[in-house]
């Protein structure tokens, strides 16, 4: 069964600095990948995604992600973090056998100091 | 993509009684789901609401327990049943257009607090 692990639980970061965040994947065929953020009390919104095509992806927010097949990841950067970008990032995979439904990771909470 | 209404937004019940949480999406999508969330943890799946049938639930999740209903393309509910202080979560609901390459979208959540 397909499964996403994100190491890091939680990451804290100093206003200005780069960020990155880690996903890893588990799927038997080429994945079907997304980035969502959950601000707090708000729903989940979408980053970015990847079905193929150009393995380096754009998002909203000034955010990207890089799909690494022979590493199983795609881990999520940002150049310079803003205050603003302190929430919970979840990665998530499309699941197999013609099923519509995504798997989560774990998330990880982002802390932005000032 | 699509927006979903999702509503309450939040609840305090008390044990033993039951919360039904409804999810209005603005156009037409092809599946919905519904998703648990509890405190400080991901996102699990409790069920895709089908339309016009029976939901499809995972393992741990029951139809007596969630009862969930999607009489159309717009439309759903999930109940929560009976419940205790370990219900206390926040309920998701999602849509997706179908297609493995699509994403899903999401309403606001649903915080549900049981005393």
């Known amino acids: 069964a397909q499964s996403v692990t994100q190491p890091d639980i939680h990451i804290t970061v100093s206003e200005g600095a780069s960020l990155e965040l880690r996903c890893n994947y588990s799927?038997?065929?080429?994945?079907?990948l997304f980035w969502y953020v959950q601000s707090p009390g708000q729903g989940l919104q979408l980053l970015l995604k990847?079905?193929?095509?150009?393995?380096l992806v754009q998002g909203i927010k000034g955010f990207e992600a890089e799909f690494k097949r022979s590493q199983s990841s795609f881990n999520l950067r940002k150049p310079s973090v803003h205050w603003s970008d302190a929430a919970e990032y979840f990665c998530?995979?499309?699941?197999?056998?013609?099923?519509?439904?995504?798997?989560f990771g774990k998330g990880t909470k982002l802390t932005v100091n000032p | 993509s699509a927006v979903i209404s999702q509503k309450p937004s939040r609840d305090i019940c008390q044990r033993g009684t039951s919360l039904t949480i409804q999810c209005q999406v603005d156009?037409?999508?092809?599946?919905m789901f519904w998703y648990r969330q509890q405190p400080g943890q991901s996102l699990t799946l409790i069920a895709t609401a089908n339309q016009g049938s029976e939901a499809t639930y995972e393992s741990g999740f029951v139809i007596d327990k969630f009862p969930i209903s999607r009489p159309n393309l717009t439309f759903s509910t999930l109940t929560v049943s009976n419940m205790s202080p370990e219900d206390s979560s926040i309920y998701l609901c999602s849509g997706r257009q179908g297609g493995m390459n699509t994403e899903a979208f999401f309403g606001q959540g649903t915080r549900l607090t049981v005393v």
């Open positions: 156009s037409q999508v092809t599946m």
């Open positions: 998530a995979v499309g699941a197999q056998g013609g099923s519509e439904k995504l798997v």
């Open positions: 990847y079905f193929s095509g150009d393995t």
């Open positions: 799927y038997g065929a080429t994945p079907y």
